[in-house]
C-alpha cells in the first residue's frame, strides 16, 4: 500500500541499538557527534523569544516567495559581506531540506539525475529519492586538501543530469569550492542547461581567509544557479524553521524561475508569518550565537590537533570551514568495529566515515560544535583506546 520511496531499511542499526542500550542503563555518554546547537551550551538572548511576539503575526497574509521585510532581511545578511541581493531573487523556505525539495520539482522530471559530492550530507539520497530521482555521486579527492575530482565529475553527467549540489563549505569534510573548480562548473553546465545548487548553511565558519575561495554563489551569471542558506546555522536557530534560495545564473532566466519558483512555494505557504516578522531580528540576534559557535569549533579544532601527537597512529584531515572534524585511524579495524568499541567499553560516541560515504576505509567524524570539557575527555578516551588497541595489535 506504500510508495515505491520508501526501499530504505529503517531498523536501527548496531550503533543505534548499543547507543540505547547504554542511555537505557544509566551511561554518561561523551557525544561527540552533537550537531544542534540549541543543546550545546551557548547563550541565547531573551530578545529572540521576543521577537516572535509581534503582533502581525496574528495575520495570514500569505506570500508564496515571503514576505518582503524578511526578504530584505535575508539581503542585508549578505549585503554584511559586500554582495550585492535584491529581494526579487530571494525566496524563502521553512528550511534547506525544503528548498532542495522545490529546487529538485522546478528542474527536475521523475527518473533525472542529479550530481552529489561524496563524501558529504547523507540526507541527498532521501531528498532525491522523495522526488523520484536518482543520485549519482561524484568524488571529492584527498591529496593534503580535499578538490573536486573535475575529471569524473563530467564523466558522470548523462542526458538525464539536471542539476550539480555542493555543500560549500563541505559537510563533514570542511572543504570550500574553489574559483578556479567554479568556473569549470560554469563553463560545464551552462551550454548543456545543468544547474548548479549550492548549500552554503556553513559559509560562516571559515577557519582562515582565503583568496581562492568562493564563498557564494550568489553573483555567479553564466550558468543557472542557486544558493541556499537558513537560520539553522547562520543564526544557530534550527528549530526557527527558517531558510532561502538566492536565484542566480543568466539574469534573462531568473523572472521566469522565480515565477515558478513561487508557484511551488504557492503550493505549501509552508513559512510562518511569525519567524518572517522576526527575521531582521533573529538575524541581527544570531550574529552574536554564530560569534560563540565560530569561537568554540576553532577552539576545539586547536586544540584536538595539539592533543593528536606526533607518535599517534591518528591524523586528523585538513578542514577550512564548518562544524567538523574527520580523523584517520588505523584500518586495524572497521570503521564500524571503531565506533562500536568507543561507544562499548569508553562510553564515546563518534560517527562512521561511512555515514558520509567515504569511499575508504577508517575514518571517524566528529563534531565541532561538541562541549569542551566533553569534547576533551571523549578525544582524549577516543585517542588513548586507538593508541592503546594498535599497540596491542602490533604486538
Known sequence: MFSSRFHWDLAPNRLARLLA???????????????????????????????????????????PAGLLAAREAVCRYYADSAYHVTPDRVLLTASTSEAYAYLFKLLADAGDEVLVPRPSYPLFEFLASMESLRVVSYPLVYHGGWSVDCEALAAALTPRTRAIVLVNPNNPTGSFLKREEARFL???????????????????????????????????????????????????????????IVIAGPAPARAETREKLELIADTYLSVSTPVQHAAARLLELGKGIREQIAARVRDNLDWFRCAIGAESPCRMLAAEGGWYATLQVPRTRREEDWVLALLDEEDVLAQPGFFYDFESEAFLVLSLLTEPETFREGCCRLLAKVDGSVKLHND
Open 21 to 63: 542500550e547504554k542511555r537505557r542503563l544509566g551511561a554518561r555518554i561523551l557525544d561527540l557527534t552533537e550537531s544542534n546547537p540549541t543543546r550545546a551550551g551557548f547563550t541565547y538572548p531573551s530578545q529572540i523569544a521576543e521577537a516572535l511576539a509581534d503582533p502581525r503575526g496574528l495575520l495570514y497574509d500569505p506570500q
Open 186 to 244: 560554469a563553463e560545464l553546465c551552462a551550454p548543456r542547461r545543468i544547474a548548479l545548487i549550492s548549500d552554503e548553511v556553513f559559509a560562516d565558519y571559515a577557519f582562515a581567509e582565503d583568496p581562492r575561495r568562493v564563498r557564494w554563489l550568489v553573483d555567479i551569471e553564466e550558468a543557472p544557479a542557486f544558493s541556499m542558506s537558513g537560520l539553522s546555522k547562520v543564526a544557530g536557530l534550527p528549530q526557527m524553521k527558517l531558510g532561502w
